[in-house]
């Protein structure tokens, strides 16, 4: 079955600087990559998701980059700010059926 | 309108035990997901059901593990003879039809087994 895979695990950046959350997946059978944000006792969330007939894909300070050749797909976060903090999983599917989750990544971003 | 809910919120039992988890999803969803997700680990597939299809119940981890879903409507997940291994958050999702869709998440149900 899929493999995810989710770097790093923890991640701390200034206010205003940049962060990159990196996914590599196992099933070339991979089509849709989305992207969940969990703040601390809640639910998770879709931020971002991309398909796999497109590259990249942007959303105001979100981006995500889809590399099938290599099977990897990245979260860009630009300009964060302190409500950016929380965990981040990327996740694959293959079939519309299964999702196969990353462990995550808990982002601080520090005022 | 209501989002997909969860009951109960948290479930304390001991092992050996069985216990019963439900899901409300969002009326209209066709798709219904199930995760498990322990304490610092990210979320693991256990089935999924759309409309009236058979389930894909390839993430259960045992066959301790059963779930049920009327029509397109609630869901429950039953766990028997509990071991502390199951102890976790178990999140339910639900989108409007399967694949390439938004899953929107209830907040889960806390389940520690002593």
């Known amino acids: 079955g899929e493999n995810v895979e989710q770097h790093p695990s923890t991640l701390s950046v200034q206010e205003g600087d940049s962060a990159v959350i990196k996914c590599t997946y196992s099933?070339?059978?991979?089509?849709?990559f989305p992207w969940y944000k969990q703040e601390l006792g809640k639910r998770p969330q879709l931020i971002i998701d991309i398909r796999s007939n497109v590259g990249e894909k942007k959303d105001q300070r979100i981006a995500v980059t889809l590399n099938k050749t290599a099977k990897h797909f990245s979260l860009h976060i630009t300009e964060t700010q302190p409500e950016d903090s929380a965990v981040y999983f990327c996740a694959a599917s293959p079939t519309g059926n299964q999702f196969y989750f990353g462990t995550g990544t808990s982002l601080t971003v520090i005022p | 309108g209501a989002g997909v809910s969860q009951s109960p919120s948290n479930k304390v039992t001991e092992k050996g035990k069985d216990v019963e988890l439900r899901c409300d999803p969002i009326?209209?969803?066709?798709?219904l997901y199930w995760y498990r997700q322990r304490l610092g680990q990210g979320l693991e597939f256990l089935i999924y059901?759309?409309?009236?299809?058979?389930?894909?119940k390839s993430g259960l981890p045992s066959d301790r593990f059963s779930a049920e879903r009327t029509g397109e409507s609630v869901s429950t997940l039953t766990i028997q003879r509990t071991q502390q291994e199951d102890s976790a958050v178990y999140l339910c999702?639900?989108?409007?039809?399967?694949?390439?869709?938004?899953?929107?998440f209830g907040p889960g149900t806390r389940l520690t087994v002593l």
């Open positions: 999702a639900s989108s409007l039809v399967r694949g390439m869709n938004e899953q929107f």
């Open positions: 059901f759309q409309g009236n299809s058979a389930p894909d």
């Open positions: 099933d070339s059978a991979s089509n849709y």
């Open positions: 009326s209209g969803h066709t798709a």
